[in-house]
């Protein structure tokens, strides 16, 4: 099921998201253009599924998980649990 809504963050997360390529798609699209969460830690950054055709600045590797470092994406996430 597609979900679409527009989505709202606060001014300054968007201004602190300096390297977005995508030009914000996250905050006015379907849900599939987001990577999938797989786990939200207390650092206030999400372990994330990443899509495999995109590369993204934000997108940090360590171990065996993905993080997403996103201001925008984790606001996201912390608004909307999504």
């Known amino acids: 099921m597609k979900l679409s809504l527009?989505?709202?963050?606060?001014?300054?997360?968007l201004k602190s998201t300096t390297k977005c390529e995508?030009?914000?798609?996250?905050?006015?699209?379907?849900?599939?253009?987001?990577c999938r969460v797989k786990y939200?830690?207390?650092y206030n950054?999400?372990?994330i599924k990443p899509q495999a055709a995109d590369c993204c600045p934000y997108i940090f590797v360590y171990s065996n998980?993905?993080?997403c470092l996103c201001p925008t994406r984790n606001e996201i996430y912390n608004?909307?649990?999504i």
């Open 40 to 42: 939200f830690n207390r």
């Open 22 to 34: 995508k030009n914000f798609k996250c905050l006015a699209g379907s849900n599939e253009s987001l």
């Open 6 to 13: 527009t989505r709202e963050v606060a001014s300054v997360v």
């Open 65 to 67: 998980a993905t993080y």
């Open 79 to 81: 608004r909307y649990q």
């Open 45 to 47: 950054f999400v372990e």
